[in-house]
């Protein structure tokens, strides 16, 4: 992708449906023969088809048009994710619980690391062992068993985890008896699998606090659901006036989901308004960034996967800012890709010092993950010269039309 840097963002970008919520709705399609219909889905994402193949490896039945999805899994005959499939993408352990409470059995591969970090699964199986699952791990494989039907029960995280928050609640809607799940995570993707789910006939309570309460029922009907709104998207794009300065409106957002984000925003000097469902973001190139300090947390805290792009922020800020990262314990990949741009930031353990610069300068770069990748973008779209970005399949994993909606508001950007 080359870049060239220097140009106000003016203008409407319209923001997608989250790509985060959108992968598990899909698996909450497992939990019933009857068609569940999605709308406002993310297009043309490389995650959302790697769920689509996963699952019509399964047997589900899946149709597309748009933004309109529609998912059957009245055929599913096959309860295994191979390797082959889950280690394109690691929310593919996300058809675990489903599988496993419709089934009575499950078999998917263990993810393995990643780039951002060794992200272990051992949770979500804590988890479903508490509900009565058997769970060996073989081969690379978790095998797990519940001949007659998983049993309610009451988990206490120990960790705050999104991944296996759904997993589990999606599992114990079709579980006997009441499931407790304490120490939940509460970011707004999850709210909307469990308003989805409620919609297919699951008794959930307790949906957006930590502790979550779900009723097993026999079975789960068809339903029809709107995707929530991307809040990193909609983030994204915020940091992105926010640097490059302009004025953009960002149709179809959630404020509300960017507390955090837009409380750090406007302390560094960015003008951010609410119009009906559209957040107006605005900032006078002529008045400086100021340096402010970001530490990642559990939803409502600062967002890990806008870490990267504040980052990026932050190098043309006035004096500095503090970032730690409590989430991952590898996501500083972009730090030096940075530094090759002109950054000044020090990193130590999982905090890294931005130290403001005048400039940064066009240079060739390496994407390492999704969101280091548009961290990048954003460098690139603010740099002095030419920025050429490698490796761009990892953007292409999670930002519809990133080149379009950029250029639509007069970013001089193009894949080549
Ligand atoms: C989700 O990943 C998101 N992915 C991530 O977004 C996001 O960064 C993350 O939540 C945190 O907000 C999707 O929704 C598809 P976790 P998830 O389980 O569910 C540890 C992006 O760029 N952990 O909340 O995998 C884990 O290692 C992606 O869109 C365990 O120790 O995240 C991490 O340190 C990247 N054991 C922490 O918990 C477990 O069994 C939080 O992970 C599970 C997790």
Do not use: W
Request: proline share 4%; hydrophobic share 45%.
């Amino acid at each position: 992708m080359r870049i060239e840097g220097g140009r106000a963002l003016n203008g409407v970008i319209p923001i997608s449906g989250a790509k985060n919520a959108a992968l598990k709705l899909m698996c909450a399609g497992l939990l019933s023969a009857a068609t569940l219909r999605l709308s406002n889905m993310p297009n043309s994402l490389r995650d959302i088809d790697s769920q689509t193949e996963l699952l019509e490896y399964l047997g589900a039945t899946i149709a597309r048009e748009n933004d309109l999805m529609a998912i059957n899994a009245g055929s599913v005959d096959k309860i295994d994710a191979p390797y082959d499939l889950v280690r394109k993408m690691r929310t593919s352990i996300l058809v675990l619980g489903p599988l496993l409470a419709r089934f009575g059995e499950a078999k998917v591969s263990l993810p393995g690391g990643c780039a951002i970090g060794t992200r272990p699964v051992d949770l979500h199986i804590d988890g479903l062992r508490a509900m009565g699952a058997e769970i060996t791990l073989e081969h690379g494989y978790i095998h797990a068993l519940a001949k007659d039907g998983l049993q309610g029960a009451k988990i206490i995280f120990p960790k705050v985890s999104v991944g296996a928050t759904e997993n589990l609640m999606m599992a114990a809607t079709l579980a006997k008896g009441e499931t407790v799940l304490a120490n939940a995570a509460r970011e707004p993707e999850i709210s909307d699998l469990g308003e989805c789910l409620i919609k297919m006939g699951a008794k959930i309570e307790g949906l957006g606090t930590a502790t979550i309460r779900i009723e097993g029922v026999d079975r789960l009907h068809g339903t029809a659901h709107e995707v929530v709104p991307d809040r990193i998207e909609t983030g994204t794009y915020m940091i992105a006036v926010a640097l490059t300065g302009g004025n953009v409106r960002l149709k179809n957002a959630r404020a509300d989901h960017l507390a955090a984000l837009i409380a750090r925003l406007q302390k560094a000097g960015v003008d951010i308004a609410e119009d009906g469902a559209d957040i107006l973001i605005s900032r006078d190139p002529a008045q400086p960034l100021r340096g402010t300090d970001i530490m990642t947390e559990p939803y409502p805290g600062f967002p890990t996967d806008l870490q990267a792009q504040f980052m990026t922020m932050l190098t043309l800020c006035e004096g500095a800012g503090l970032v730690s990262e409590t989430i991952f314990e590898n996501r500083f990949m972009h730090v030096p890709e940075l530094a090759r741009m002109g950054a000044d930031i020090t990193v130590h353990g999982n905090s890294a010092i931005v130290r403001g610069v005048k400039k940064l300068t066009g240079a060739e770069v390496m994407a390492t993950d999704l969101r280091a990748s548009v961290a990048l973008v954003l460098a690139g779209l603010v740099a002095d010269g030419e920025t050429v970005i490698n490796r761009i399949y990892h953007l292409e994993r999670g930002y519809e039309d990133l080149v379009g909606k950029l250029s639509a508001c007069g970013a001089v950007i193009q894949r080549i």
